[in-house]
């Protein structure tokens, strides 16, 4: 209608006017479309700042709305909440570039929070974009950034242990940061939650399935790679994997 057209009008000469128009329309696909990296990169402070503290405002209220409501129930209302939902993880996606490590930081672990969440583990809408905000936050922080949400990473849910019903698009562990460079993470400050994670990883290896083994060995394998493993831990993860 008429909002679509403005917008479309305003995308080229004034985006800044043609972003809250678009955010109105509740159209993701137009939303991606318009929001490309060198355009988000342009932004003023303040109307990137405008948008993030909106996203953030909205995905609270949306993910509140989701998880309140029963789809056998009221079908409609699940699914706005859910399109909302969709919408606000875009924003913040589009955003990601922005900010800093810090920001960037919180970022990640609100998204790994909800991706562990059982009823978004079920919801192909949302767990698809969630990952696309993981993997990208992931993408924009340094490596010693990354090495310190390494923890969180490594502790998200296994499939066929704490998931046995999950969306048909539920990504390997690549997807969950295990892939670009990251400093090796200082246990110290949380040696236990460290030990703990390490130590159930190791048990999967032993008395996972098949599926939930794979995560595990992925799991290990990179935070061997890094050096995040300590001798006994390295030498109990041979001896599981090769027999010796």
């Known amino acids: 209608g008429l909002i679509r057209a403005a917008a ?3 995308s080229d000469e004034c985006p800044e006017r043609a972003l809250p128009l678009l955010m109105r329309l509740c159209d993701d696909e137009a939303l991606k479309k318009f929001l490309t990296d060198h355009r988000v990169a342009l932004f003023e402070p303040k109307t990137s700042d405008t948008a993030r503290n909106s996203a953030n405002s909205a995905l609270e209220q949306a993910i509140g709305d989701y998880l309140a409501v029963d789809f056998a129930v009221s079908p409609g209302v699940f699914r706005s909440a859910e399109r909302r939902v969709v ?3 875009e924003l913040l996606s589009a955003f ?3 900010l800093l490590d810090q920001d960037l930081g919180g970022l990640l672990e609100r998204a790994l929070a909800l991706r562990a969440n059982p009823r978004i583990t079920r919801d192909h809408n949302i767990l698809s974009v ?3 905000l993981k993997s990208r ?3 924009c922080m340094s490596a010693r950034e990354r090495s310190s949400h390494l923890l969180s990473v490594v502790s998200q849910p296994i499939v066929g242990i704490d998931i046995t019903t999950i969306s048909n698009s539920w990504t390997d562990d690549a997807a969950m940061g295990l892939r670009w460079p990251t400093d090796a ?3 110290t400050a949380k040696s236990r939650e460290w030990d ?3 130590r159930r990883l190791l048990r999967v290896l032993t008395e996972g399935s098949e599926t939930a083994r ?3 060995v992925w799991r290990c394998a990179f935070l061997n790679r890094i050096g995040a493993l300590k001798a006994i831990e390295q030498q109990e993860l041979q001896h599981l994997i090769w027999g010796n």
């Open 214 to 216: 794979a995560q595990a």
């Open 8 to 10: 479309e009008w305003l």
């Open 130 to 132: 969630l990952d696309s």
């Open 196 to 198: 703990d994670a390490i």
């Open 87 to 89: 919408l606000a993880l």
């Open 96 to 98: 990601a570039i922005r």
């Open 185 to 187: 993470p200082n246990r």
């Open 137 to 139: 936050t992931l993408l």
